[in-house]
């Protein structure tokens, strides 16, 4: 699967520089990625987010579930409070655990880059079937 990750990876970078000096650099951080073996790691993520793309739709929505709740207490407390805390004096503040907030911000790189791989993959795929 390593090699198919490298192929996935040559493609996505040939669309995404359009600097043929940029493309060689970045196809060479790659190849240097495979050879310490931190492709091993990215090759257990993919697996991982394959096989909850491919079960019920909770397992492949949990975690824009998770994100859409988080934004929603940033909403609240950053939004929505300060207003609300003018004419109301119980108005509700949600505490946003540090952990949380770094979740979130885990979560929403992972799920941007996530969808981007996984429509480019998309594309990749049907290329190689035709």
Do not use: C
């Not at 493309?23 to 987010?49: C, F, P, S, T, Y």
């Amino acid at each position: 699967m390593i090699g198919s990750i490298l192929d996935l990876g040559s493609t996505i970078i040939d669309k995404i520089w359009p600097d043929a000096g940029e493309r060689e650099k970045a196809k060479l951080k790659l190849m240097e990625l495979q050879n310490r073996g931190e492709l091993a790691d990215l090759e257990a993520r993919v697996k991982i987010m394959l096989a909850e793309m491919s079960g019920n739709w909770l397992q492949r929505s949990w975690r824009p579930i998770l994100m859409l709740t988080i934004i929603a207490i940033v909403a609240n407390n950053y939004l929505l409070y300060p207003y609300l805390a003018l004419f109301w004096a119980k108005a509700p503040h949600l505490e946003l655990p540090t952990q949380l907030w770094s979740l979130m911000e885990l979560g929403l790189g992972g799920y941007v880059v996530g969808r981007s791989a996984e429509k480019v993959a998309k594309t990749w795929r049907q290329k190689n079937e035709s």
